[in-house]
């Protein structure tokens, strides 16, 4: 090593010394340390240098100098109003600072590094205390750190394992949103069961009351995306659990998770609340979407393939993105071979729409429901727009709203690419199902009636536009147009399928 690295290393090593000697002289003098200081201002200030000399960024516990300065600190900790908030007044001026400053010390000892500090046996303790501090400041400051270590290395939760059931009693009593924000979110990164002091919480009782949360948390975005991922985090538990189908006695819970799901899917829905959802169903692919014992049942499983498709097309980039990451989960035996090695890695969303329905498709086969299926794609083919409707909408809006509020992306173009591939995997089901589906009376004649009346009427309001309607009523023209196809399709669809029955 060059003399030159060796004077710097020597000068460095000589100064953290110093410091430290320095902060340990003022560690010991009763006039800065102790809660005889009424500035609990300057008790904050003097914390905060203690914190930065004491953490994992000043080097190993080997120094004998730093290891007592810790054990010094540690010492203070214990001894001060953080683990009896009552004893500082919250009307203090800097109180919840002065707490935050000593939270931010113990959470190195009992999270982030208990090693460092030689804090491996009393850290569980300590962390139970913070967690249970009446002071929100101290218990969101230690929730964050918690979730944080949680998220960096799930697979070794270390000393917060033992603090499970701490967290559990916390999530059930917590009133503060952001706290029980963090807790949810904690929680589901844990493992299943939970366990409440010497109980252990029931996977249906859990699940209920994760669902009452949600019900009740519609004024707090945060905590409904936190309480719909921890019931999504245990639904698909319960899912798992159950490889031959799941029982009667929780399939209430999960057909309640179903519908709040696909009710937080829908286009009025907060960004946020949006990007959780995708996020959720893209997790719960292959436990629930592509199960073949349809634990939700027939209607409750397509209508989340038709919520993530619906977030295929949401006008969010992060949304759509979020929700095209489904191929990665989706079992590969289930993707045809063109596309099974395309579908472990992310796709854009129209890659990821188009593998979607395929997938789907081949599920009908695997539920042998192909029949019902053909009928759920041909409603979905017709839409919810009624051309009467579109038209009275568009003379309220301007047309380039439509035309580009998704940025460079056409909605239009969007919207046809949706047809077309409903269409074409359609007429593939079609050619599969045919023989089932009963083409005389009920549904089939019911979705022919609409779609006749809906064709009808896109071309009726076509013929009134004026001329040129292509250029001089450009959102008219292209809506109806679009209308006008989807109806066409599908009668094509009904009209061969009944071609093919009367050929049997």
């Not at 300590?126 to 918690?146: K, M, N, T």
């Not at 949810?184 to 919480?201: C, F």
């Not at 269409?423 to 009636?449: K, Q, W, Y």
């Amino acid at each position: 090593m060059c003399p030159y690295d060796n004077k710097n290393k020597h000068e460095s090593t000589r100064r953290e010394s110093k410091w430290i000697s320095v902060v340990k002289s003022f560690l010991f003098s009763p006039s800065l340390c102790r809660r005889r200081n009424p500035c609990v201002v300057t008790r904050a200030a003097f914390l905060d240098l203690l914190a930065c000399l004491c953490g994992p960024a000043s080097g190993p516990a080997e120094g004998e100098e730093l290891a007592s300065l810790r054990e010094a600190a540690l010492g203070i900790v214990r001894a001060s109003e953080l683990l009896d908030s009552s004893a500082l007044p919250s009307a203090v001026p800097g109180g919840p600072p002065y707490l935050q400053s000593l939270a931010r010390l113990a959470v190195s000892a009992s999270v982030e590094s208990p090693e460092l500090w030689g804090a491996e046996s009393c850290g569980p303790q300590l962390l139970a205390q913070l967690l249970q501090s009446g002071a929100y400041e101290v218990r969101l400051l230690v929730l964050d750190a918690v979730l944080s270590r949680l998220q960096r290395d799930p697979a070794d939760p270390g000393p917060l394992s033992a603090a499970h059931s701490t967290l559990a009693g916390l999530a059930l009593r917590e009133t503060h949103p952001h706290c029980l924000a963090r807790v949810l979110r904690i929680l589901s990164l844990l493992d299943l069961p939970w366990t409440r002091g010497l109980d252990t919480l029931e996977d249906r009782e859990l699940l209920s009351w994760a669902l009452s949360l949600c019900q009740e948390s519609t004024h707090s975005v945060d905590v409904l995306c936190a309480a719909l991922g921890l019931a999504s985090r245990v639904v698909v538990h319960v899912v798992e659990q159950s490889p031959g189908g799941v029982s009667g006695a929780v399939l209430p819970e999960l057909q309640s998770w179903g519908r709040l799901v696909e009710r937080c899917g829908r286009d009025e829905q907060p960004a946020e609340v949006k990007l959780t959802t995708a996020e959720i169903l893209v997790a719960a692919t292959p436990a629930v979407l592509a199960n073949k014992a349809l634990p939700l049942g027939l209607a409750g499983t397509v209508a989340l393939w038709r919520s993530l498709f619906g977030l295929l097309q949401d006008e969010d980039q992060d949304v759509r993105e979020s929700a095209a990451d489904f191929t990665c989960t989706a079992p590969p035996q289930l993707l045809d071979a063109q596309h099974a090695d395309v579908a472990r890695s992310p796709v854009c969303p129209a890659v990821a729409l188009d593998l979607g329905l395929g997938l789907l498709c081949r599920l009908f086969h695997l539920w042998n429901e192909a029949p019902a299926g053909v009928l759920i794609l041909t409603e979905w083919l017709l839409g919810e727009d009624d051309p009467e409707d579109v038209a009275q909408e568009d003379q309220s809006l301007e047309e380039d709203e439509f035309l580009f509020e998704k940025g460079e992306a056409n909605l239009w173009a969007e919207r046809l690419l949706w047809v077309r591939l409903l269409d074409r995997h359609l007429s593939g089901l079609v050619g599969a199902a045919r023989a089932g589906v009963p083409v005389g009376g009920g549904e089939l004649d019911r979705l022919s009636a609409l779609a006749a009346e809906q064709h009808g009427a896109a071309q009726e309001r076509l013929r009134t536009l004026p001329p040129e309607p292509r250029f001089l009523s450009t959102a008219d023209f292209t809506r109806l147009s679009i209308a006008r196809e989807r109806a066409g399709r599908a009668l094509d669809t009904i009209g061969s399928l009944r071609l093919a029955a009367l050929s049997c």
